[in-house]
């Protein structure tokens, strides 16, 4: 199995990033898919989940900026962060979970100046 996420970089307060989670190994269209994310010294947080039928839902820090998607013929998932803040800063991770079974990337840095 393996979760591959891509798109992360530095860019300025009010841009746009496009992250992408690249899967295989897994049946990755009846996996749940989310995005999480770490700052430095800080836990991994949840940001935004996508369920196999496509709901989404949102951490309120993010909700009306960014956005999760998924490809089910190309086993991608797709975060699409626009109006990036400061901290919004971390090391986002993606993950695929089905039942008891997670499964983590290993990570793609955003780094968003003031």
């Known amino acids: 199995v393996q979760l591959v996420e891509s798109g992360g970089g530095l860019v300025q307060a009010g841009g746009s990033l496009r992250l992408s989670c690249a899967t295989s190994g897994i049946t990755f269209s009846i996996n749940a898919m989310g995005w999480y994310r770490q700052a430095p010294g800080k836990q991994r947080e949840w940001v935004a989940t996508?369920?196999?039928?496509?709901?989404?839902n949102y951490a309120d820090s993010v909700k009306g900026r960014f956005t999760i998607s998924r490809d089910n013929a190309n086993n991608t998932m797709y975060l699409q962060m626009n109006r990036l803040k400061p901290e919004d800063t971390g090391l986002y991770f993606c993950?695929?979970?089905?039942?008891?079974?997670?499964?983590w990337g290993q990570g793609t840095q955003v780094t968003v100046s003031a």
């Open positions: 996508i369920t196999s039928g496509g709901s989404t």
């Open positions: 993950n695929a979970a089905l039942a008891w079974i997670t499964y």
